[in-house]
DNA sequence: AAAACTTTGCAACTCGGTTGCACCTGTTTT
DNA sequence: AAAACAGGTGCAACCGAGTTGCAAAGTTTT
């Protein structure tokens, strides 16, 4: 058991589990944003719907934050620890169309927008494409 | 037939059947985003595929343009008419999470991001989600 | 009018996501 | 300690959006 992830389950009033303390670490080593199909290659032995319900209550408890970055399949990444997932907390994400790879951008929060009056913000989703460092 | 939607198609060198002639019409109709199945439904005879196909071709010639809402299905609206979806003409994307519906910002432009050096940008999806004017 | 090409319709399939249900495990109550 | 309970996990099945191969229908070219 690593007291790091245990500790950061706690602190997120989520039950410990075996599953759920291997997750995290996976998700917590992994540099890029990574999807539910992705995480099933990580784990032979897991099952799709354990993994499935275990990134949702992460999720739900601020964990972890998804992003849609149109790629068809929604990924996850580890949120600061301070995090609420408020539109303060949001960062702005890059997808690289060449090695598919989701990268969190936490230094760059996403902009203010001036919406229309009668139009009110809840959340924002903004995905950078192009070429990452590593690909370019 | 159409003399303005059969133009529109023309001009941007799309061969007007008669069955594009009709998607476009509704397309254009249509004030917000709309969606594969959502067309389906407008088209009760016309075959999935075909829709489909019809929504690629449009978009690759730049007569719509495709936003990822985060609702699971890709929405389509059509472009202003000189648009090329180059990154400066992209605007912002609002989607009610009450009534499940996608507007085109046209006045909003994305912001400019400053990118982490060695990333380059080939293009920008940004969706604000909150409470439309009509839900209010 | 035949040949060549494009569009359409049908059917089948992929893949990510989701759910119902049974089982199992660990905790609380009696 | 046994019984009851709550929550987590695994299996199987399903859904819905998107996609593709192929044959039929429609157009264009020669």
């Known amino acids: 058991?690593?007291?790091?992830?245990?500790?950061?389950?706690?602190?997120?009033?989520?039950?410990?589990?075996?599953?759920?303390?291997?997750?995290?670490k996976v998700l917590t080593?992994?540099?890029?944003?990574?999807?539910?199909?992705?995480?099933?290659?990580?784990?032979v032995y897991a099952d799709k719907s354990t993994l499935y319900r275990t990134l949702k209550t992460f999720e739900d408890k601020k964990l972890?934050?998804?992003?849609d970055d149109g790629s068809g399949a929604i990924r996850y990444a580890v949120c600061q620890d301070t995090c609420e997932c408020n539109p303060d907390d949001l960062h702005v994400h890059f997808y690289c169309t060449s090695c598919k790879q989701t990268f969190c951008l936490n230094e760059i929060s996403v902009p203010e927008i001036n919406l229309?009056?009668?139009?009110?913000?809840?959340?924002?989703?903004?995905?950078?494409k192009g070429i990452c460092i590593n690909c370019r």
Chains 1, 2 share one sequence.
């Open 64 to 67: 972890i934050h998804s992003i």
């Open 29 to 43: 080593e992994q540099k890029t944003a990574i999807s539910l199909p992705e995480l099933e290659d990580k784990f």
């Open 1 to 24: 058991m690593d007291k790091d992830t245990d500790k950061k389950l706690k602190s997120r009033n989520i039950k410990p589990t075996a599953m759920r303390e291997l997750v995290l």
């Open 116 to 128: 229309p009056s009668g139009f009110s913000l809840k959340s924002v989703n903004m995905v950078v």
